[in-house]
């Protein structure tokens, strides 16, 4: 079983959250049942944590024995334009102003669906109302 790796995993083990004790249990798991990967929308995302250089971010890659799945077939991007033109039109229809949603996230949303069986996230809301049918870990 493939399980895909949100970038915010990552960055609430790097800044000792209160939830890494529980996520190193999530990854193992996750890795004792069968490859780890991301997407490389999330590994360009871990660029930006602070103090992530290129050597840190491969040998952390290493470490979690982490793949890049560099390569995004086709129907990930069509499915992340589709369920982002979904979640556009209804921030439109609601007039509220609730958080807005970056591309990024369903590109990493459609990449789980389609190229892993499931996500290992934190952030569940936007996967269960954008991605309900994508297995959350």
Not at 54 to 63: A, N
Not at 92 to 118: K, N, S, V, W, Y
């Amino acid at each position: 079983m493939r399980t895909a790796i949100d970038s915010n995993v990552f960055s609430a083990l790097w800044s000792r959250e209160a939830t890494g004790p529980e996520l190193v249990a999530k990854l193992d798991l996750a890795g004792a049942e069968g490859a780890l990967l991301i997407c490389p929308a999330v590994f360009a995302e871990l660029h930006a944590y602070p103090g992530a250089t290129e050597s840190f971010l491969r040998r952390m890659m290493s470490d979690f024995s982490l793949q890049i799945d560099y390569h995004i077939d086709p129907p990930v991007w069509s499915e992340a334009g589709r369920r982002y033109a979904a979640y556009s039109a209804r921030r439109r229809m609601a007039r509220a102003d609730p958080p807005r949603r970056l591309l990024t996230d369903f590109l990493i949303g459609a990449h789980a669906l389609i190229q892993a069986e499931r996500l290992l996230t934190l952030d569940t809301g936007v996967y269960r109302t954008c991605f309900p049918e994508l297995k959350l870990l």
